[in-house]
Structure formats: C-alpha cells, structure tokens
T-cell receptor
Framework: KQEVTQIPAALSVPEGENLVLNCSFT??????LQWFRQDPGKGLTSLLL?????REQTSGRLNASLDKSSGRSTLYIAASQPGDSATYLC???????????FGAGTILRVKS | GAVVSQHPSWVICKSGTSVKIECRSL??????MFWYRQFPKQSLMLMAT?????????EQGVEKDKFLINHASLTLSTLTVTSAHPEDSSFYIC???????????FGDGTRLSIL
C-alpha cells in the first residue's frame, strides 16, 4: 500500500527566504507526482506535475524534483512571499495513473 | 480551462438528513470523477471513483449504501450522504478527469456540518 509522508508538517519563515518542502513515498512504481496548493476551506490548485520519467519541473518561483528510485520529491520555493502562505500537498499517482495518494501536507506561513 | 464546479460550498443540517453534493465539469467532458473526504488537519482520502454510466468503485472502508454516487453524464457526478450523522461532518472534494491518463481537476469542496 502506497504511503506518502510530508516533512515538515508546518513551517514559518520570514518573507524573502528560499525554502524546501519534502515528500517521500513508499512504492516507487508511480505514474507521476503532483504538488498542490490548498488555501483554508478551499479546494486544490495544481502547482506542478512531474512524470515518472522526469527529474524536475519548474514554474516561476517553484521548482519540484523527483527521485523515483529513492521515493522522494522536493518542492523548492524561491524568494517566498506572504501570498505563498497555504497548505502544500504532495500526491503520487499509481502506476496505472488512476489513483492519487496524498500526503498530509505542509502548512506554510510566510511572515511579512 | 478545466474548471470543476462543486455545489453547495457549505451545508449545515440536522442529523438524519440526506445531503446531495454536485460536481460539474464546466468546460470538458469528464470520463472519470473522484470523490475525496478530508478531516481537519488531515490529508485527502479517496472515497470512490466513478466512470460515466457505470457503478462507482468504492475504497475499502467506505460504505456504498451510505455514500451514494451517481455519474449519469459526462459533466455531472453527485454524492449523496444518506441519513447523515455528526461523524459524517467533513470537507468533501470532487475531482474530474478527461479520458485517458490526464491530471485530475479539483472542485472547491463542500463543507458538511451535521448537527
């Protein structure tokens, strides 16, 4: 059974810092991995999707890496802003691409 | 593009009431829709997967007679929580996916509170 773990559970940083969120998964037979953002009481916004054959994806100040063999992914946020404050969720898609398994998330607070 | 609308966004009702939540894909046809539940400070847990025109596939531990799912068209799926009780209070989120192995697109969720 696939399990996804995210560390840290919560993070508070001053504005402008670069930060790294970590995600690990137990079964390396994945189709892809996604990072989502969730604002309080809201649904999910997809940030980055990395296919199993890829090593990283970038979008603006966000960079996500994937090391499938070791079961790890990181989300790097450069020059953090208060507007980045949210919960960040990592999810892996099973080998058949039909089921997302989520981590518990990292609650990020960027202080101005 | 790829907008998923979920309605209602918030429901408060008495114990024993049945509650229906709608999930619509507004600008694409969703061959597959997914229903998730999220308890406070916990992650999303998949409840069931539904394909248009066929019965939903429920995850282990999810009561299919309690959580009725209908996916009658390529743009609409409904989740009915039957005879809801306080322990059913949660945040329910749907997602929809076009045909093939495409990313899921998520609705904004429904906060269900049973008194």
């Amino acid at each position: 059974k696939q399990e996804v773990t995210q560390i840290p559970a919560a993070l508070s940083v001053p504005e402008g810092e670069n930060l790294v969120l970590n995600c690990s998964f137990t079964d390396s037979a994945i189709y892809n991995l996604q990072w989502f953002r969730q604002d309080p009481g809201k649904g999910l916004t997809s940030l980055l999707l990395i296919q199993s054959s890829q090593r990283e994806q970038t979008s603006g100040r966000l960079n996500a890496s994937l090391d499938k063999s070791s079961g790890r992914s990181t989300l790097y946020i450069a020059a953090s802003q208060p507007g980045d404050s949210a919960t960040y969720l990592c999810a892996v898609n099973a080998w058949d691409g039909n089921k997302l398994v989520f981590g518990a998330g990292t609650i990020l607070r960027v202080k101005s | 593009g790829a907008v998923v609308s979920q309605h209602p966004s918030w429901v408060i009702c008495k114990s024993g009431t049945s509650v229906k939540i709608e999930c619509r894909s507004l600008d694409f046809q969703a061959t597959t829709m997914f229903w998730y539940r999220q308890f406070p400070k916990q992650s999303l847990m998949l409840m069931a997967t539904s394909n248009e025109g066929s019965k939903a596939t429920y995850e282990q531990g999810v009561e299919k007679d309690k959580f009725l799912i209908n996916h009658a068209s390529l743009t609409l799926s409904t989740l009915t929580v039957t005879s809801a009780h306080p322990e059913d209070s949660s945040f329910y989120i749907c997602s929809a996916r076009p045909g093939g192995v495409q990313p899921q697109h998520f609705g904004d969720g429904t906060r269900l509170s049973i008194l």
